[in-house]
């Protein structure tokens, strides 16, 4: 059996850990909102700031759900897990903007949804399978086995799983800690969707 341990999601509203709000939010933009959740969270990463959005939604609400969870064991057998529905659309359109002069190296990097993997891992260490997904939400059916699969067949101590988007007038990221310590709520299709949909 597995088990889902925490829950954490950030809307245009609020940034939830386990149906507590921990920050109401406020702001002109998506992008002020963030900076400052960012600074009122007291995290120190300057990389942050070069980030896309939708890297540093996903950055965010992963740096307080691992806060929540503390030390966290064998590093190199955690696995990511996230979809997203408009990928890096926002950055794909500011980088097709500045080919009309010259094409902007630093937006460039962003031009993958799977980026923002790529920034959480990095910052944890953690080192096990990563998977982005596109889809309008979460396939419920898909990441409950895979996420399984994982768990119990590929030398995966936990999982990092969830939705991530950052697009347009959308702002919703809801992440989940998975893993078989007998913890919190059973890993199920049933859970899944009452978090996801």
Not at 19 to 27: D, I, K
Not at 42 to 71: H, R
């Amino acid at each position: 059996m597995l088990y889902i341990h925490h829950v954490v999601s950030l809307s245009k509203d609020a940034l939830i850990a386990d149906g507590q709000v921990l920050h109401q939010l406020q702001g002109d933009s998506f992008s002020e909102t963030i900076t400052t959740l960012y600074r009122s969270l007291g995290i120190s990463y300057p990389k942050f700031f070069k980030m896309d959005l939708l890297s540093k939604a996903a950055f965010l609400a992963t740096e307080v759900l691992v806060q929540t969870l503390g030390d966290i064991e064998d590093k190199d057998r955690v696995a990511t897990v996230l979809t997203t529905s408009n990928g890096c659309m926002d950055v794909d359109e500011k980088f097709e903007a500045s080919r009309t002069e010259l094409a902007s190296p630093a937006l460039f990097v962003y031009t993958l949804p799977n980026i923002m993997l790529g920034e959480i891992c990095i910052r944890n260490q953690f080192k096990g399978e990563q998977m982005c997904t596109l889809s309008e939400q979460l396939d419920i059916p898909f990441t409950a086995f895979y996420v399984t699969d994982l768990l119990q067949q590929r030398n995966t101590s936990a999982c990092l799983c969830g939705f991530a988007e950052a697009y347009g007038d959308q702002l919703d990221v809801r992440l989940i800690w998975v893993s078989a310590e007998p913890k919190g709520e059973p890993f199920t299709p049933e859970q899944l969707s009452r978090i996801f949909n």
